[in-house]
Each structure stands twice: as structure tokens, then as C-alpha cells.
């Protein structure tokens, strides 16, 4: 690796990694009087903890922006300095999201993060992912299980699509989905995640 590609890559991170620590979930509920999300459900700054709160609409406009954030990195970064820091920007996005230095490394689980960086590096890949995630919704009617499986699927893609580098980068992602999602998959093997559309008891 030569002098110029190192700073590239710490460049792309650094900025990959501020664009994605943007809590935009936090934000949007503050914004709204919410309080602060990090208190209810979850304790996450995802959408899916937004939507706790009764507010479709900003956890939508949540989903979005998070996608949003790492897709834009990603693609500035590609744009200014090749497509591999776009990769590396992508990937520093989705840790932004996970671990925000602003929020004491607290954030959210990275799902639409995930989708955003992958869209934006692979979109082919990122479409077929996203259609594993609503299959398995429609068919098992878990969110957090639906997230799973894409997540596996899309190194998997990725490959079939000769990207290796995609491949690299989303096999990492999903390794820590998997993480983030650790209490999930426990409920999930109790027998106890809550499925979409179903109110808690």
C-alpha cells in the first residue's frame, strides 16, 4: 500500500465515521419532545426503537436517514478518491451508527446502515439482500430474524456477483449484526422475539 492510499483510507473512515455517528433517531425524537430514546423499548437509536415511541413517521424518516448516511459516505468517498475507500467509508459509516463517540459507543444495531452502505457499493447486491430480508418477514414475521438472514445472505451475493471486496465488507458487517444482535438471537431461540405487527403481552 502506497503513502497516498493509507491516507485515503483514514480519510474515508474518518469521514465515514462522523457522517455515521450522526444519531438521527435521538435527534428526531428530541426534536419532537420525545425525550430521550436511549430511555424506552430497546435503549438503541434505531428505527425500530423510534417506532416504540407511536410515531410511524419518524421512525420511517429515522430508516431512511440512517440508510441515507452510510449510503452518502460510501459514495463521496468513491467519488473523491476510488472505490475502495468508498468501501472503507461505507464500512466506517455503519461503526459510526454502532458506536458513536458522541453517545458514549452506544448506538444503534447497524440493519439499515447496513443496506445503505451495500446499495450504495453493490445496489444489486443490496436489492437481492433486501428482497432475503422481506421473504423471510412475510415468513417468519421477525424483524430481527429477517436481519439475520439477509445479512448472511449478502457475503454470499456479493460473491456470486465476483465483488470481493463487497463480499469482504458486508461478511464484516454482518459479523457484527450478529453481535449487536446477540439478546435477539437468545430470544429468539426461547421461542420469546416478538413478532412483527404483535403487540408484547
Request: proline share 3%.
Amino acid at each position: 500500500m502506497t503513502m497516498w492510499s493509507a491516507i485515503a483510507f483514514a480519510m474515508a473512515a474518518f469521514g465515514g465515521y462522523l457522517l455515521g455517528s450522526i444519531p438521527f433517531g435521538l435527534v428526531l425524537t428530541r426534536m419532537a419532545g420525545l425525550g430521550d430514546i436511549r430511555e424506552i423499548g430497546s435503549k438503541n437509536i434505531g428505527a425500530t426503537n423510534v417506532l416504540r415511541t407511536g410515531r410511524k413517521d419518524l421512525a420511517a424518516a429515522t430508516l431512511v436517514l440512517d440508510a441515507a448516511k452510510a449510503g452518502i459516505a460510501a459514495l463521496i468517498f468513491w467519488w473523491l478518491l476510488g472505490y475502495e475507500a468508498g468501501l472503507v467509508a461505507g464500512g466506517a459509516a455503519f461503526l459510526g451508527h454502532c458506536f458513536p463517540v458522541w453517545l458514549n459507543f452506544k448506538g444503534g444495531k447497524g440493519v439499515a446502515t447496513f443496506f445503505g452502505t451495500i446499495l450504495a457499493v453493490a445496489w444489486p447486491v443490496g436489492v437481492l439482500a433486501a428482497l432475503v430480508w422481506i421473504g423471510m418477514a412475510l415468513l417468519m414475521r421477525m424483524s430481527s430474524l429477517s436481519a439475520l438472514v439477509a445479512a448472511a445472505a449478502a457475503p454470499v451475493i456479493a460473491y456470486a456477483f465476483d465483488k470481493p471486496g463487497v463480499a469482504l465488507l458486508s461478511l464484516f458487517l454482518a459479523v457484527l449484526i450478529y453481535w449487536r444482535h446477540r439478546a435477539n438471537i437468545a430470544r429468539i431461540l426461547a421461542g420469546e422475539e416478538p413478532r412483527i405487527g404483535r403487540k408484547p403481552a
